[in-house]
């Protein structure tokens, strides 16, 4: 029998569990032997009809192990990456070595973690912090391959809108596509802890019904992608991760710098969310990235802006218990 992981590999792991992932489905698992927390794909939490590339998995693998590394630092140890691969999803994506209590336990970067969610509400208009590019781009200088672009110009956002409303149309359109997504939605009372609850959709219980059903049965599609136009219409900015190539070790990478970026923007008090439709459905990222003027693949978008309101609601996430193998 292994001994079972010691407090400090636990603590870290349940920050790290509060990554984001591709509409929740948190497709990873960890093992943990001495100072060392080996993170792994879990493939019953894949998606075949969302995702056939699996972009969007190793987006999510980023995103968890940046979290990783983050919550390790913000308690205090030093956490460093001493494996990584990014060849195939049957071996561990990386092995990193934590060195317990080399430096002060950095509250407010715990707070950061903790706090950091997608709120999918309106937004009201606001002015953008003029150094909010620069210090997203400074977050993430580490990672090779890597831009990060801005855009609070009316013109590029309703562009981009337009974008979003073809985008999201095209994808309902789509039966597997539908019955998968459908089948990631919760009901609010439901005690599943992956996929989204109606709640987080900002559905009420039976809206919450409703929106598994009718994206199952197609129903109401000029109406939902009229919904996520109006989204990101209403945004004061549009942030985005591009990178240099378009294979997993690049959509790693961004999926590192998605994280860091989403807590600078926590950090300065707005709120952000992403919809993928833009970037992932046939050909529209082409438009975007000739809008934002780079060769570059976008990655991922994310809208910022400031809630209209303050109610915080979070995916519930799966245990420590339930992640480690």
Request: glycine share 6%; hydrophobic share 40%; with cysteine.
């Amino acid at each position: 029998m292994k001994p079972h992981p010691s407090p400090i590999i636990i603590d870290i792991l349940d920050y790290a569990r509060l990554a984001p992932s591709v509409h929740n489905t948190q497709p990873w698992s960890f093992t943990a032997e001495g100072m060392s927390i080996t993170l792994l794909v879990n493939k019953a939490r894949l998606l075949v009809d969302g995702d056939p590339t699996g972009r969007e998995l190793w987006i999510s693998l980023g995103v968890c192990l940046e979290t990783l590394i983050t919550a390790a630092q913000a308690l205090g140890h030093k956490a460093v990456i001493t494996e990584q691969q990014t060849d195939t999803t049957e071996q561990p994506i990386a092995v990193v070595t934590i060195t317990p209590g080399v430096q002060p336990r950095q509250q407010q970067l715990i707070n950061l973690v903790t706090q950091r969610h997608s709120y999918r509400g309106p937004m009201q208009p606001i002015s953008l912090p003029g150094s909010l590019l620069a210090t997203c781009r400074d977050a993430a200088k580490d990672l090779s391959g890597i831009s990060i672009h801005l855009t609070d110009a009316r013109s590029d956002i309703e562009a981009i809108a337009d974008l979003t409303y073809k985008g999201m149309r095209l994808a309902l359109s789509s039966p597997a596509f539908r019955h998968e997504l459908a089948d990631l939605i919760n009901y609010n009372w439901s005690k599943a802890r992956v996929g989204m609850h109606g709640f987080v959709l900002n559905r009420r219980a039976l809206g919450s019904v409703w929106e598994k059903w009718s994206i199952k049965l197609g129903l109401d599609i000029r109406k939902k992608a009229l919904a996520d136009r109006i989204k990101i219409s209403n945004a004061s900015g549009l942030l985005f991760i591009a990178t240099e190539g378009d294979v997993p070790r690049y959509w790693l990478a961004a999926g590192r710098a998605y994280y860091q970026t989403c807590l600078v923007i926590t950090k300065v008090g707005l709120a952000h969310s992403t919809i993928a439709a833009p970037v992932e459905a046939a050909s529209f990222h082409e438009d975007v990235e000739r809008l934002l003027h780079t060769p570059h693949r976008i990655q991922t978008m994310i809208r910022v802006g400031k809630a209209a309101h303050q109610q915080r609601k979070f995916s519930p996430r799966l245990t420590v218990e339930e992640l480690l193998t």
